[in-house]
């Protein structure tokens, strides 16, 4: 079955497929539940049981009366009592998740029709940090994306406390999050790259 699409009349359609591979690549694949970085209950690639919480936890199918906690690392940490998931299940999973959350990303509060304006890899990175709960966190950095503030988005983005406790942690969620805000910046100057092309022709 092939990958889901994002569409908008008269705008080139979004395909999946390669966001899916990179959240499989960066995420990894954890057979049993474990708690994110977040503190959140996760199983698969970095999908949410519910709402991550011990309670929605307790109430899937996941859980099997106990919890026993590895000692170190995402993959030790995961609950070592809890039942586990296939890979191909996982990826069914995950792409439930990136499909719904990448419909609520192209609604007129987040990123909008201006979604489809983006370049292929800002789409891309734009989309993973809604899937790991980062871009939908910050409305000022959406809101200045609708607007075509690119770089304005970028300094917003990272000027809250995850990413300078990431930063300071070494974990890799300050590496996706720097990313993102640096193919903003790339937006900012192909964006300006065009209109000073408008002008010339204009001039001419």
């Known amino acids: 079955m092939p990958d889901p699409v994002l569409v908008r ?8 497929s390669k966001l899916a591979e990179e959240v499989k690549s960066k995420e990894g694949f954890v057979a049993k ?21 011990d309670a929605a936890y307790k109430k899937s199918p996941y859980y099997t009366g106990k919890i026993t906690m590895g000692k ?30 990448a419909s609520r990303a192209i609604k007129s509060d987040m990123l ?3 979604f489809f304006d983006l370049s292929p890899d800002l789409q891309d990175a734009a989309i993973s940090s809604v899937y790991r709960g980062g ?6 950095t959406m809101e200045n994306i609708r607007e075509g503030k690119f770089t304005e988005a970028a300094k917003e983005f990272l000027d809250n406390d995850e990413y300078k406790a990431a ?25 300006a790259s065009f209109a000073e092309r408008v002008e010339q022709r204009v001039a001419e």
Not at 9 to 16: A, E, G, R, T
Not at 47 to 52: A, R
């Open 112 to 114: 909008g029709d201006k």
């Open 33 to 53: 539940p474990y708690k994110d970085s977040k503190g959140y209950w996760t199983v698969g690639y970095g999908s949410l049981i519910g709402d991550g919480s």
């Open 72 to 101: 170190s690392g995402i993959a030790d940490k995961a609950d070592l009592s809890g039942k586990s998931v296939t890979e191909e299940t996982a990826r069914a999973m995950m792409m439930k998740s990136i499909t719904d959350k």
């Open 135 to 140: 871009l939908s966190g910050s409305p000022k």
């Open 167 to 191: 930063k300071e942690s070494g974990s890799g969620v300050a590496a996706r999050m720097d990313l993102l805000a640096n193919l903003l910046k790339e937006e900012a100057k192909k964006k």
């Open 9 to 16: 009349p008269n705008k080139k359609p979004y395909s999946f």
